[in-house]
């Protein structure tokens, strides 16, 4: 069975850092890109970052480029995102997901980020 | 990159089929780009229900299909029951390495 476990979430400063950790089991973590989405009240689901199964390839969207940086640990199945230079706006439950242009068909549980002073 | 463009609301009645659009453009929808489907009940995390534009993650329900013509794929349910009133999003690969998603669709069981 996938599972896709997050963690790491919680409050942080405007201006602070967080990492957040996805633990995976069930399937060959190293053959799959990775993802991150996240989601807001006020922007729905909005995708964050995706990294290949080798880790040659990442890929962000504007609003995080230059402040997060998406990583992975084929040894220990754990996928993460350093989040740095936090805004309100990073506000939002942060999933863990596989897949990214093809097989994008599991998603984590979700940690809570928030920003606030 | 816009959203895609999903209906806000689309309802049926138990045993009934209900279909959800989901409209792009040439650069991701229309470009041969894989397109999912998720479904988010009240306060859970999103769980996929289609992948790669119909394909089924196992254990779910073939009363779940996807479809794609042109800018536009779609969801249909069958059968439909209490169970399956919750949001339904899609999204979709595009050309510029990027992943977007609809706005969502609430859908209400009668």
């Known amino acids: 069975e996938v599972q896709l476990l997050e963690s790491g979430g919680g409050l942080a400063q405007p201006g602070g850092s967080l990492r957040l950790s996805c633990a995976v089991s069930?399937?060959?973590?190293?053959?799959?890109?990775m993802t991150w989405v996240r989601q807001s009240p006020g922007k729905g689901l909005e995708w964050v970052s995706s990294i290949t199964g080798g880790s040659s390839t990442s890929y962000y969207a504007d609003s995080v480029k230059g402040r997060f940086t998406i990583s992975r640990d084929n040894s220990e199945n754990t996928l993460s995102l350093q989040m740095n230079s936090l805004r309100a706006e990073d506000t939002g439950i942060y999933y863990c997901a596989r897949g990214f242009s093809n097989l994008f068909d599991s998603w984590g549980q979700g940690t809570l980020v928030t920003v606030s002073s | 990159q816009s959203a895609l463009t999903q209906p806000a609301s689309v309802s049926g009645s138990p045993g009934q089929s209900i279909t959800i659009s989901c409209t792009g453009t040439?650069?991701?929808?229309?470009?041969?780009?894989?397109v999912s489907w998720l479904q988010q009940h009240p306060g859970k995390a999103p769980k996929v229900i289609i992948y790669d534009d119909r394909s089924r993650p196992s254990g779910v329900s073939n009363r779940f299909s996807g479809s794609k013509s042109g800018n536009t794929a779609s969801l249909t349910i069958s059968g439909l029951q209490a169970d399956d009133e919750a949001d339904y999003y899609c999204s979709s690969y595009t050309r510029r390495n990027t992943r977007i998603f609809g706005g969502g669709t609430k859908v209400t069981v009668l």
């Open positions: 040439s650069t991701d929808i229309g470009s041969n780009s894989y």
């Open positions: 069930g399937f060959t973590f190293s053959s799959y890109i």
